[in-house]
C-alpha cells in the first residue's frame, strides 16, 4: 500500500490528506513504522511519545481543518513542550517536564501538526557532531560509522530516514546546516529574529535562530511560512511582514546575481566537497544566473569571534541551571559544556573583557560590514556548509580546537545575523553528502529559497534515500 | 598580553565564578583545553579593530516594550511553579541554610 | 574627636514600582501576602528558554523620578546582564543597568545624583528549619517586580543630613506616584556607605563601609552616626575601618560584620542580547516630562504666593499630595459657592479637624461654613480662656487700653493650652468678645 507514503513531500502530503487518500492516523502509523524499523540504529530520538498518545491527539483534530491537519513532526531537544520531557541534550534535565509550550511548537500545534517526538543533539548546542550529548548519539543514516553532524543532528537523521516529514532545528554557528548537509536535507538558517526564540533553550541570545528541515526546499517553504512572525514574548523578533514564501517560490532566478566568495574555498576543504559546490554554481548558470566573485575576508577571524561570543553568552544562559527550581546539580555539564562556559567566564571577566568579548562585538561590526560589501554587488552567496563530508564518530570530538574549525564556513552567518538555506548538492565517491549553503542579505529568505528551488527543479541529489 | 598560559590557580577562579564543581583531574584537563582554546582564540587580537564600534545587536531594533498589564496566560500555579524540584516544602524551594547577605 | 574628621557618605536607594505588571513578564507587581510561588511564570522564575520584555511604564516611570531629580536623560540607553549566583535570583544573572542608565547627573537638596537606572528585584528568602535541619526557603512572587535604584555622589556629610535628603526623595517618589515607598513593607530600601576624611584633606578616603538592614530614615541617621564614631575610633588608633558590608542591629544599636566579602564581585556586565536597547526623541522625553506633576517645592511657593499662606502653612500642606490637592480643591469650590478664608481652610486642614480621607472638600466648607456663622467655644474652651485672661492680667490691661495687637498674644496663649484643637479666628473673637463687655 502505501509504504512510501513517507517519501512524499509536505505539499504532496497536504493534498492526499485533503483528498483522504490517506488519513492521517495512516500517515503517522507509516512514519512511527519506520522509526520502529530504524531508530534503533540511528538514534535520532531521545524522547518518543506514546502511539496511543499520538493517537489521541490527532482525533482531537477532526474537528479543526487547519494548515498541516495531522502531520508529524518531530523538534531537537532544545524546544520547550509542556508535559513531555525537555533535555536539550543535557542529564541536567533529565526527566524535565516543562509547564508551557515554546512559540514555534505552540504554532504548529494551533496549525494542526502532531509532535511525535524530541531529537537528539549536541547538549545545548554545544557542538556540531551530536558527539556531546548524555544520550545516545544519532548516526548518520548515509553511513552508520559516520556523525549524523550537529547540533541538530538527531532532526537531520529524523528527516533523511523519513520518520517525520520534517523537524524543527536551531543553528547557533550552523548547527541546521551542518546536520542536514551530512545527511543530504534541506535546512533553513533564518535571518535572526524571523522566528521566535520564545521556548528555545538558550545557547547563545544574540546568534541562536529556530529554523524548519526537511527534504526539500518546497517543504522548507511552508513550514517557514507557518512560524515565522513577531513574537510579543521575544523582544528582538522582527515586526517585518512575513511574505508569502510558497506563492513566489517558483519565480526563475534569471539574471540573478550569484557571489561565490573565495575564501569558502580554502586549502583544508575536500577536494570533492569544492567540486560539487562548483557543479552546482554551473547549474546555476544554466538558471540564468550570473556568477561573480566576492570577498568575506573575515571568516577566519569568525571563528575566533565566534568562540568568545557564544560561550560568553552560554556561561551567562546556562547560570539558570543551579538545581534549585528544576534539573540536577552542575557537576552533571559534560566537558565539552564547562570548557564552553569556562572560555565565557574568563572572557567576561574583570581585565579581560575588552580584550575579549568586546573585542568580538567589534569584529562583528566587520563581519557585517564584509556580508554588506558582498550583497553590494550580488543577490546572494554559495558555499560550501562543511570543509568535510561527515567525519567518523570520534575524530573532531576528542580536538577542541579542530572542532571550532570545522565550523568555519557556518559561523560568521550567525555573527551577522544573516539567512542561509543548506541543500544537498551532490555524494562523494564513496557515498557520502555534499551540502551547499546559499545566504542571502537579512530578511532575503524569498530570494534563497527561489533560488533553492530552481536548483532542486533541474537536480535531484535532495531525492536520494539512504540505504536503510 | 599571553593570555593563553592559564595557571591552575585562575582555572580555578574561573570555575568558581562560574559555580562548576570540578576535581582534580578534571581541573588539570580543562587547563589544557583552554590554554589550546585560547592560543588560538587570541588570534583575534590581531584583528584591527582601532575603527570599529561594537554591535551587540544585529537586529537594529530600537524601544521594544510591552504594556504595563497582567497577563494571566504564562501565570504558573503553585503546582506547576514547583514541579521541577523535589526539594520543597510548603510551598517554597528549599534549599540548605544559607548565611550570606547579598 | 569628630571635629577632627568630617563624614563622607554617599546612599544607594531601591524602589520598587507600584505598576500593575512586573518589569519583564505579566505577572502581578503587587506581589505582597500572595501564597509562595503563586505569582511566577517562565520569565520571572528563570525557567529554561523564557525571555524578557520591558515593561514601558516602568522605564517611563524610572526617566520620570529622574527629571523630578534633575537629571540628564541620555539619549541612547540599555540593558545589561549583572552575572552572579544566589538562590534568590533565578536566573543567575539579573537585569539592570550598567553603563547606560536612564538618568544621570542629577542633583536633590545639594547632594548629587550619580545615576538613576532601571532593575528587577529579586526572590525573597526565609531562614526556617524543616525536620530539625536548617534551611532556607525560597519564594519568586516577588522575582521580577521593577525595582528603580538611586545612587548619590559622596556628598552628605552628616547624619541629618542623610535623613533629610531621604525625607524630600521619598516625597518625591509619593508625589510622582510610581511607588508606595514604604520602608516598612520593603518598597523602599537604603544603604548607606560611610567613611571618614581628616579635614583639609581632599579627595576620597581609601576605604568605605557599606550598612544593610536598614528599616527607616531614623535608623539610618543612627546607624551613621554610629558608623561615625566606630570609624573616627579606629583611625585615631592609627587603624583603617575595614572595607566591608555590615548589618545595623536596631535592638543592640550597633553595627555588626556579615560574612565579608574580601574581593568585589566580578558581575561580568554586558550588554543584555535579548532586549533592544532604548533610544529617546525628544518628543518621548517631552511627553514624560509634561506628565509629571508640580513637585513639592515648586508647590509650596506657588501655594504661599497664591493663597497667601505662610511657609510653615505651605509646608504642612503640600507633606503629602494628596493633602495638597484636597486643600486646593476645597479653595477652588470655596470660591464658587461660599467664600471662606483660605487661611481657615488651610488651617482646619493642617490641624486635623477632619480625616480628609473621609470627608470631601465640599463637606468641609460645609461645616467650615455652618461654624463661623456662630461663634462656637464650648465650656471646656471657655474655661482655657479665662484662665489665660486671668493668668495674664497686663495683657488684659494693655488690650482695654487700646492696644489691639496683644489679642494675638493671649490667643497664642489659649492655642497652647488647647494644643491647637480650637479655631484661632473664634477663640479671638470669644476674647474680644469678653474684655469688651466687662
Known sequence: MKNDITELTIKELLNSLAKKEFSSIELIDAYLKNINSFEENIKAFITLLDREEIHAKIKNLKFKIKNLSGLPFSLKDAYITQDTTTTAGSKILDGYKPKYNATVYQKLLDNGAVLIGKNSQDAWGHGSTSENTDYDIPRNPYDLNRVAGGSSGGSAAAVAANMVPFAIGEDTGGSIRNPASFCNITGLKVTYGRVSRYGAIAYASSLDTVGPMAKSVEDIAYILSIIAGKDPYDATTSPNPVPNYIENLSRDIKNKIIGVPKEFFQDGTDKEVIQKVRDALKIFEKLGANICEVSIPSIDIGVAAYYLLAPSETSSNLARYDGIRFGHSRDKFTQETMRRIMIGTYALSAGYYDAYYKKSLKARTLIINDYNNAFKKCDMLIGPVNPTPAPKFGELISDPVQLMLSDVYTLTQNIAGIPSLALPCGFTESGLPIGMQIMGKMFSEETILQAGFAYQQATDWHKRKPKL | MDTSRLSIDLVKKIAELAKLPLDEKNFSILQKQLESSFTYINKIQSLDTSNARETSQVTGLENIFREDEVNKKRNLTQQESLSGSTAIYKGYFKVKAIFDEE | ?438
Not at chain 3, 505569582?39 to 517611563?60: D, Q, W
Not at chain 3, 574580601?262 to 525628544?282: G, L, Q, T
Not at chain 3, 506633576?293 to 494628596?322: G, M, N, Q, V, W
Request: glycine share 6%; aromatic share 8%.
Open chain 3, 1 to 438: 574627636m569628630e571635629n577632627k574628621y568630617e563624614p563622607i557618605i554617599g546612599l544607594e536607594i531601591h524602589v520598587e514600582l507600584k505598576t500593575r505588571s512586573k518589569m519583564f513578564c505579566g505577572c502581578r507587581a503587587d506581589w505582597f501576602g500572595l501564597e509562595p510561588n503563586t505569582n511566577t511564570c517562565p520569565v520571572c522564575l528563570g525557567l529554561p528558554g523564557a525571555l524578557p520584555v520591558p515593561n514601558k511604564k516602568a522605564v517611563e516611570w524610572c526617566v520620570a523620578l529622574g527629571m523630578a531629580l534633575d537629571c540628564e536623560i541620555p539619549e541612547f540607553s540599555k540593558f545589561d546582564r549583572k552575572n552572579y549566583f544566589y538562590p534568590d535570583l533565578p536566573k543567575g544573572y539579573q537585569i539592570s543597568q550598567y553603563d547606560k542608565p536612564f538618568a544621570i547627573k542629577g542633583k536633590l537638596k545639594n547632594i548629587g545624583i550619580t545615576r538613576v537606572h532601571m532593575e528587577e528585584d529579586t526572590g525573597k528568602l526565609l531562614h526556617a528549619q524543616v525536620n530539625g535541619e536548617n534551611c532556607t526557603l525560597i519564594d519568586f512572587n516577588r522575582s521580577g517586580v521593577p525595582l528603580v535604584e538611586i545612587v548619590t555622589e559622596p556628598d552628605i556629610r552628616s547624619s541629618e543630613e542623610a535623613r533629610i535628603f531621604l525625607k524630600k526623595l521619598h516625597q518625591i517618589i509619593r508625589y510622582i506616584g510610581i511607588s508606595d515607598a514604604d520602608m516598612e513593607k520593603g518598597s523602599m530600601r537604603l544603604e548607606p556607605n560611610i567613611s571618614l576624611r581628616k579635614i583639609g584633606e581632599k579627595g576620597l578616603p581609601n576605604y568605605k563601609v557599606e550598612v544593610k538592614n536598614i528599616n527607616s530614615f531614623n535608623f539610618a541617621k543612627k546607624a551613621i552616626d554610629y558608623e561615625i564614631k566606630r570609624h573616627a575610633d579606629l583611625l585615631e588608633k592609627g587603624e583603617t575601618p575595614k572595607q566591608e558590608t555590615r548589618g545595623w542591629d536596631e535592638k543592640k544599636g550597633i553595627t555588626y560584620s556579615q560574612r565579608s566579602k574580601e574581593e568585589a564581585h566580578d558581575y561580568r556586565y554586558f550588554p543584555e542580547p535579548d532586549i533592544p536597547p532604548i533610544r529617546w526623541s525628544k518628543d518621548q522625553l517631552s511627553v514624560i516630562r509634561k506628565q509629571l506633576p508640580e513637585l513639592p517645592d515648586a508647590k509650596i511657593k506657588r501655594i504661599i504666593k497664591d493663597f497667601s499662606l505662610t511657609e510653615y502653612d505651605s509646608t504642612i500642606l503640600t507633606d503629602e499630595l494628596e493633602t495638597a490637592n484636597y486643600f486646593e480643591e476645597a479653595v477652588k469650590l470655596s470660591t464658587i459657592n461660599y467664600q471662606l478664608s483660605t487661611k481657615v481652610i488651610a488651617n482646619w486642614i493642617i490641624n486635623k479637624r477632619v480625616d480628609i480621607t473621609k470627608t470631601s472638600p465640599e463637606e468641609l466648607l460645609k461645616m467650615i461654613q455652618a461654624k463661623s456663622q456662630v461663634v462656637q467655644i464650648d465650656e471646656n474652651e471657655l474655661e482655657f480662656i479665662i484662665k489665660v485672661l486671668d493668668a495674664n492680667p497686663k495683657a488684659v490691661a494693655d488690650f482695654r487700653s487700646g492696644k489691639e495687637s496683644v489679642i494675638m498674644f493671649l490667643v497664642g496663649q489659649v492655642m497652647r493650652e488647647t494644643k491647637g484643637k480650637t479655631d484661632a479666628q473664634q477663640v479671638k473673637e470669644k476674647i474680644v468678645q469678653l474684655l469688651k463687655k466687662s
